[in-house]
């Protein structure tokens, strides 16, 4: 079964940088989208950036395009999210999560309109003064 394990979660000032791993094991099939997805005290979870393994496709939310990037090692099925300038609106768990042969195109995995089937536990980023 598809595990996912996220980390890097860090404490970081308004402005900073940081990057999260998500360490992905156990595939079984390679027609896959895999995204990074955020929940912030009292807020509902919403999908940051995704990738189609298949084509590489991307999608940003807004709220972060530009800031954030996503990218895949393939060598060792790792995947990163790039956070630049870094808010407080920004804090929030982030959670790895995957899904094999996603409708559609690949926005319909960070919106969640062709949901996840497999999440990591989350790693925690604060921007805080």
């Known amino acids: 079964q598809l595990q996912l394990v996220e980390s890097g979660g860090a404490l970081v000032q308004p402005g900073g940088s940081l990057r999260l791993s998500c360490a992905a094991s156990?595939?079984?099939?390679?027609?896959?989208?895999i995204g990074w997805f955020r929940q912030a005290p009292g807020k509902e979870r919403e999908g940051v950036a995704c990738?189609?393994?298949?084509?590489?496709?991307?999608y940003y939310a807004d709220s972060v395009k530009g800031r954030f990037y996503i990218s895949k090692d393939n060598a060792n099925n790792t995947v990163y999210l790039h956070m630049n300038s870094l808010q407080p609106d920004d804090t929030a768990v982030y959670y790895c999560?995957?899904?094999?042969?996603?409708?559609?195109?690949?926005?319909?995995?960070?919106?969640?309109?062709?949901?996840?089937?497999?999440w990591g536990k989350g790693t925690l980023v604060t921007v805080s003064s």
């Open positions: 999560a995957a899904r094999y042969f996603p409708r559609g195109a690949i926005q319909y995995l960070c919106t969640m309109s062709s949901p996840p089937q497999y």
């Open positions: 156990g595939f079984s099939k390679d027609y896959y989208a």
């Open positions: 990738l189609m393994q298949r084509d590489g496709s991307l």
